[in-house]
């Protein structure tokens, strides 16, 4: 199982930017999937995160500005940040409660970081 993030880059403040995160490999079932992220110097923090559902929930910091969603049958959730601020930098992280077929529980599975600077 392989969580692959992208989408992340430079961006100025006030601007839009997209990151994706697909889950691959031999998976039975994806219950929530989440989105951290964590700032130059500070703790990893969660961001948002979305049922299997469609419910999502965010931080107070990204609410208004952040929306996630997923496409179930792709096995990947899409973060849109808008009226991104230079507070919003960080390494941005995605983490998937899945099920592989080896497995007869959920895992918490994370992916790679990916970098999103807001700056002018």
């Known amino acids: 199982v392989q969580l692959q993030a992208s989408g992340g880059g430079l961006v100025q403040p006030g601007g839009s930017l997209g990151l994706s995160c697909a889950a691959s490999?031999?998976?039975?079932?994806?219950?929530?999937m989440y989105w951290y992220r964590q700032p130059p110097g500070k703790q990893r923090e969660l961001v948002a995160r979305?049922?299997?559902?469609?419910?999502?929930n965010y931080a107070d910091s990204v609410k208004g500005r952040f929306t996630i969603s997923r496409d179930n049958a792709k096995n990947t959730v899409y973060p849109q940040m808008n009226s991104l601020e230079p507070e919003d930098t960080a390494v941005y992280y995605c983490?998937?409660?899945?099920?592989?077929?080896?497995?007869?529980?959920?895992?918490?599975?994370w992916g790679q970081g990916t970098e999103v600077t807001v700056s002018s």
């Open positions: 983490n998937v409660d899945l099920r592989p077929y080896y497995s007869i529980g959920f895992i918490n599975f």
């Open positions: 490999g031999k998976i039975f079932a994806i219950n929530e």
């Open positions: 979305i049922t299997n559902g469609g419910t999502a």
